[in-house]
């Protein structure tokens, strides 16, 4: 056996682990991080409402019992006894039975502590499985998509999207229709998770399978809406911008289905596209518009999900179409892919160590 699978086939040393894990860990940090996450997680927005009339010291007491409480309902009916058991054969503490000059005791900490660990050991179980199954639905999805920009003579264009979490619901694709014509689309289904991630799937499936129809821009727009209304839940919907190039050619058409508007940029000035029809999925004969727009060379077109604007601070405050509109003004000269990276580096930035709050996308092209 190599010495490189012999390194592989090894267990992690304890000590070791520990060792580094104390060193690279900023304790205080992380720990607010992961107690303000358990707090959006199992806090629904009444319960953070009445955290307004109280105190600190109060509002602490009050969200620590929120959470165990909730934690403990979302047990299975076999753990949640093994751990009542096992915090009252903690309190039990010790118990000495005496019999005939005899004298048993009964460690019931152990006992009671084992039960606990026992039920924490089934959990991270069932984490690990979800996770790996996540983690796998993510492989599909990042072989389904593209794995680099396209390459299209008189433009240059990049392609970017990052999940909230281990899979994504926004969609971000090209496909070449023919010789002359390449379509890219962006498209957010509502949500996040595993639900979004699998509409978005269907939803890429169905653009690429009637892209190639010779149907003008709104009719194609009214064939997607159709499928996806006809396929989908009740409560999803998506947002889509699908738009069309042609090589050598400046002109831009497109459709927007409730998606956010696109910028244009021209030099340091950057101009609003306009606000779309429904989304995809809401109305099932909804009407679509198609738009074009003509770019100069060195002109952009920029194409955004709501995880841009949206994204928030740990303050709670949002990133906001014009701290948007300032980064791309104050990087404007910039190629299509440094552009992209200096507005993604901005919003981590702004972000910091807050958790995601949603998918992340771009497309932006430009004029050569």
Request: with cysteine.
């Amino acid at each position: 056996m190599s010495e490189d699978k012999k390194q592989k086939n090894k267990d992690p040393r304890l000590g070791k682990t520990l060792r580094e894990d104390f060193r690279q860990t900023d304790f205080i940090g992380e720990m607010k991080k992961e107690f303000r996450e358990l707090k959006n997680f199992y806090i629904d927005e009444h319960k953070k409402e009445r955290l307004q009339n109280m105190n600190s010291i109060s509002g602490f007491f009050h969200v620590l019992f929120w959470i165990i409480k909730s934690m403990f309902f979302h047990l299975t009916p076999l753990r949640r006894m093994l751990t009542v058991a096992g915090v009252l054969l903690v309190l039990m503490g010790r118990f000495t039975y005496n019999s005939d000059g005899s004298t048993l005791v009964f460690d019931n900490n152990s006992l009671g502590a084992f039960l606990i660990l026992f039920v924490l050991m089934l959990e991270l179980k069932d984490k690990l499985l979800a996770k790996t199954e996540l983690e796998d639905g993510r492989k599909v999805q990042k072989a389904l998509l593209p794995d680099e920009n396209p390459q299209i003579p008189g433009w240059k264009v990049w392609l970017y999207s990052r999940p909230a979490n281990e899979v994504c619901g926004d969609l971000v694709d090209y496909l070449n229709i023919n010789d002359k014509i390449i379509g890219l689309t962006m498209a957010d289904v509502a949500g996040k998770g595993l639900s979004a991630a699998l509409m978005m799937s269907k939803l890429q499936s169905t653009i690429r399978a009637i892209a190639n129809d010779k149907d003008t821009l709104s009719e194609f727009a009214g064939k997607v809406n159709k499928i996806f209304n006809r396929d989908s839940l009740p409560s999803l919907f998506a947002s889509m911008l699908y738009l069309q190039i042609e090589p050598g050619s400046g002109k831009i058409n497109y459709v927007n289905a409730g998606h956010l508007p696109p910028f244009i940029l021209r030099g340091e000035n950057i101009e609003e596209t306009e606000k779309g029809d429904a989304a995809i999925g809401i109305i099932k004969d909804s009407p679509f518009t198609e738009r074009s727009v003509e770019l100069n060379p060195g002109e952009s077109f920029i194409v955004f999900s709501d995880g841009v604007t949206e994204a928030i601070s740990e303050a709670g405050q949002f990133f906001g179409k014009q701290r948007l509109i300032n980064t791309v003004k104050k990087f404007h000269s910039r190629s299509a892919d440094k552009l992209g990276e200096a507005i993604t580096q901005q919003v981590e930035y702004f972000t910091g160590n807050a958790p995601r709050s949603d998918d992340l996308s771009l497309i932006i092209l430009k004029r050569e």
